[in-house]
């Protein structure tokens, strides 16, 4: 039983702390220790097959992240689970080798490349060296192992960005992200620094290693009239890539270099390509033609040389594909056992029952309802890992409040006060939540690429967008259901490329929204309600200060609506009111009309003298009474608990199976039913 224990409980560390773009991808495997030539050696095995070993090289031998920790945590034999490195993902692993001390903890070497890096970094299954995963590619030069290192000469580090496994324990070193960052340059000077790369002779360069003069005009490529047309597939392909940069653009580039290996462009037809190739896809840094050349030559050893022209590709097809579209409008089906595989589980849950990672979530409301409190209050619970609302459970994560209504000093006088509020110490929120106020620089959806561009993938769990309507295009109608659908199409592509769910808050139509469906609730077009995957609405309660949470959900059961009740600066649940209590229209017509009218000011008193006298009366039968007076349902019965409580009416029993009615005199006693106890117990 104490096995089994600590496999589960490794399990749920490496579930937990893993990053989620690791465990998106099919690369896993489990591995135990076993004797190699007298030596303990962590040996991988296919997750999908008992004790079949894996191959680092071989990605028929790898399975999911859930099947290895399925195997893991049920197979006894096997002593953990670990991430392959490939050519396909844009990954690179750092292996620091006893650089801890087991006694003390503490780092006897190394600690400096931990922090230049300042990525995921986790402590190796031996508790003497430590793993840091990166987004990078090691430089072609570069050797994998360095030995002799630390003050006793016992340290090793080992980097690799393909053809290796990670054993990965979910152990984060303390005061290290859980995110992995873009850390190419990082990576380049540790690889320089230990193995210098070799001068570059002036013959090996066809260009001059300067940066090019600024070009006029783009550049054109001809198709070429012979069978050598290698630059210009070459180019196409280029254009048809779906690459994100992170920070300098350097992964894009090494992508595109890849494309020239793989077309088996020399180094003058690289060159060329690549300009013509950034002159319509810009990169965010510019690059002299040594960095291209040297780019090239990192794509090399990932790459087959000329394996687009050994593919064959009809060159009619690219161009075609470049005057009517992109890969991506090629069919991309999967059979349904692909599909299982590639997708074996939903995402993992950020606000459980309402909303997973990658998700798009509105909250509608009707204007100065109070949704942005809500929200605010919402991204504290995500921000701490707390219970929002007090129901729904949360997984921590940093959450990104993008406000184009608020200053920034009214955004720092609100956090504090929902913290107060809600018993949150503010140093819970110092990194964990940020707000950025675009009030006056305002951007709309589409133009803010760029700025998500540059936000680090996986970063933030959730970005809010407050309010939602201030980011739609100023040339776009509300009410186009075919406008919106590509304006929730971008939010899509933003939330997969940050691993990101977005929380879109926007406004109601006017008037009651008492009788309408909850995915009917919201202004503008439908496409908003149908594009997202969770639609959550506030409606007006019958009650005042009171609204009714619902949702319609795409990956979770059905959700019960609850109610809200506001009590500055929050909204709590209030379990007293009934959910199905909607506002109705006419009653608000009433009120309009008898806006002048005084209002009763109910107090305990005044609502015993009017409803409850000496004689026994049903509990229903004064609230009903009430009601047609004027108050709602949740008023009287607040009055009649407060009535009761101070003795100014008493609660009469007649048996289990009856129900209890009250009174301004007590209860006489067993038998003594009569008027005259009743007058005496009343003191008449």
Partial sequence: MVAIGKYIDDAIQIVENTPAVLRSLPQWVCWRHEAVNGRQTKIPYDPKQPMAKAKSNDPATWGTFEQAIERYRKDGRFSGVGFTLSSDDPFAGIDLDDCIDPLTGEFTWGRDIVEQFGSYTEISPSGRGVKIFVRGRKPAHARSVVRDLGPDGTGEMEVYDVHRYFAVTGRMLPDTPKAIKDCQAELTALCDRHWPPPALDASDVVVAAT????????????????????????????????????????????????????HNLSDHEACVCLRAYALQRPFPNGFTDQELLKRVRDAERTTQRGKAIKDDVDIGQVVRGLLTGTDDDAPQYLTIGQMLHRYPALRPPIIHGLLREGETMNVIAAPKTGKSWLVTDLAMAVATGRK??????????????????????????????????????????????????????????????????????????????????????????????????????????????????????HHSTKGSQSGKSITDVG????????????????????????????????????????????????????????????????????????????????????????????????????????????????????????????GMVHRWTFGANQKVQFATVAQPAAGDKSDDAIAEHAGG
């Fill in 388 to 505: 929002w609302l007090g129901i729904y459970e949360t997984e921590p994560g940093r959450v990104l409040i993008l406000d184009n209504e608020l200053h920034g000093e009214t955004s720092a006088d609100r956090v504090p006060r929902v913290a107060t509020a809600r018993g949150v110490d503010l140093s819970q929120l110092a990194d964990m939540l940020c707000v950025e106020n675009l009030r006056g620089r305002l951007k709309d959806i589409f133009n803010l690429r760029p700025y998500f561009a540059r936000l680090e993938p996986g970063k933030f769990k959730i970005i809010v967008m407050d309010a939602f309507y201030r980011f739609i295009p100023p040339d776009t109608d509300e009410n186009d259901n075919g406008k919106m659908a590509q304006v929730y199409n971008a939010i899509d592509s933003y939330a997969r490329d940050l691993g990101a769910a977005f929380i879109l808050i």
């Fill in 211 to 262: 940066p090019p003069a600024p070009i006029d005009k783009p550049v054109e490529v001809q198709t070429p009239n012979t069978a050598d047309n290698r630059l210009f597939r070459c180019l196409a392909t280029m254009l048809a890539m779906d690459v994100q940069d992170h920070n300098d653009g350097s992964f894009r580039l090494f992508t595109a270099a890849c494309r020239c290996v793989e």
């Fill in 523 to 646: 202004a503008g077009a439908g496409a908003q309600s149908r594009a997202c995957d969770t639609h959550l609405i506030l409606r007006e309660h019958d009650e005042k200060n009171a609204v009714v949470l619902d949702a319609a959900v795409r990956s979770w059961p059905p959700v019960d609506p609850i109610c809200l009740q506001w009590s500055y600066p929050l909204w709590n649940p209030a379990s007293d009111l009934d959910p199905t209590d909607l506002a109705k229209p006419s009653r608000n017509r009433k009120k309009r009309v008898d806006a002048d009218a005084p209002r009763i000011q109910w107090t305990p008193e005044r609502f015993v003298n009017q409803f409850i006298g000496r004689e026994p009366k049903l509990r229903d039968q004064v609230l009903l009474e009430a009601k047609a007076d004027g108050m709602s349902e949740a008023e009287a019965r607040r009055m009649l608990g407060a009535a009761e409580g101070t």
